[in-house]
């Protein structure tokens, strides 16, 4: 099935803004399509929390914590989900990962470090 690879993570002043991206290349395409796709995060410490969702018609969910600061996309021709953040806070440091909804386990990838400094 293989893994997501996130990209895009970096360190940041908070206020700033990152533009996370993860990609599925060996799905087929009308598979990627039809799955509801996620970020999630995960703090030192903290069990790993939902940031965002985006369905298979393009509709979003959000965690509290974010709302109104970050977006997600989708691009199903090329297998990508992307996570804008903006404004972003130093309680928003965490590893970022993609996955479905529900979660599988061997889509999880390494993640990308998102460090935000005060």
């Known amino acids: 099935q293989g893994q997501f690879v996130e990209r895009g993570g970096g360190l940041v002043q908070a206020g700033g803004s990152l533009r996370l991206s993860c990609v599925h290349s060996?799905?087929?395409?009308?598979?990627?399509?039809?799955?509801?796709m996620a970020w999630y995060r995960q703090a030192p410490g903290k069990q790993r929390e939902l940031v965002a969702s985006?369905?298979?018609?393009?509709?979003?969910n959000y965690g509290e914590s974010v709302k109104g600061r970050f977006t997600i996309s989708r691009d199903n021709g090329k297998k990508t989900v992307y996570l804008q953040m903006n404004s972003l806070k130093p309680e928003d440091t965490a590893v970022y990962f993609c996955?479905?909804?529900?979660?599988?386990?061997?889509?999880w990838g390494q993640g990308a470090q998102v460090t935000v400094s005060s």
């Open positions: 060996r799905s087929i395409t009308s598979t990627f399509r039809a799955h509801t």
């Open positions: 985006i369905g298979s018609g393009g509709n979003t």
């Open positions: 996955n479905t909804v529900p979660q599988n386990e061997a889509y």
